[in-house]
């Protein structure tokens, strides 16, 4: 069993940097991939990053390359997300998952956080 908690979000201006970060509980987080998806409001939920047990590899969605990165701390059972250059079409509720595998499909995540709301004004 994995419990997941987000924190981080909140409301900047387009352009701006958040970084969401998500505590782990579970002797067994190293063992996870873990990865953030995100839903916007009569949307359905969307993948934007993923990152491997090790951290070796990680994975994103088009929309974000170049201006989000994912991260891990496998000491502190922990996993961010530092998101850039900021744009209004980000806006969405932020989603922390864990899985034993990466994976862009919504549906075959095993572990889900609660959400964090992040918005972004033009």
């Given at each position: 069993?994995?419990?997941?908690?987000?924190?981080?979000?909140?409301?900047?201006?387009?352009?701006?940097?958040?970084?969401?970060?998500?505590?782990?509980?579970?002797?067994?987080?190293?063992?996870?991939?873990?990865?953030?998806?995100?839903?916007?409001?009569?949307?359905?939920?969307?993948?934007?990053?993923?990152i491997?047990?090790?951290?070796?590899?990680?994975?994103?969605?088009?929309s974000?390359?170049?201006?989000?990165?994912?991260?891990r701390?496998?000491?502190?059972?922990?996993?961010?997300?530092?998101?850039?250059?900021?744009?209004p079409?980000?806006?969405?509720?932020?989603?922390?998952?864990?899985?034993?595998h990466?994976?862009?499909?919504?549906?075959?995540?095993?572990?889900?956080?609660?959400?964090?709301?992040?918005?972004?004004?033009?």
């Amino acid at each position: 069993q994995v419990q997941l908690v987000e924190s981080g979000g909140g409301l900047v201006q387009a352009g701006g940097s958040l970084r969401l970060s998500c505590a782990a509980s579970g002797r067994t987080f190293s063992s996870y991939a873990m990865g953030w998806f995100r839903q916007a409001p009569g949307k359905e939920r969307e993948f934007v990053a993923a990152i491997s047990w090790s951290g070796g590899n990680t994975y994103y969605a088009d929309s974000v390359k170049g201006r989000f990165t994912i991260s891990r701390d496998n000491a502190k059972n922990t996993v961010y997300l530092q998101m850039n250059s900021l744009k209004p079409e980000d806006t969405a509720v932020y989603y922390c998952a864990a899985d034993p595998h990466p994976t862009k499909v919504a549906t075959l995540v095993d572990y889900w956080g609660q959400g964090t709301q992040v918005t972004v004004s033009s």
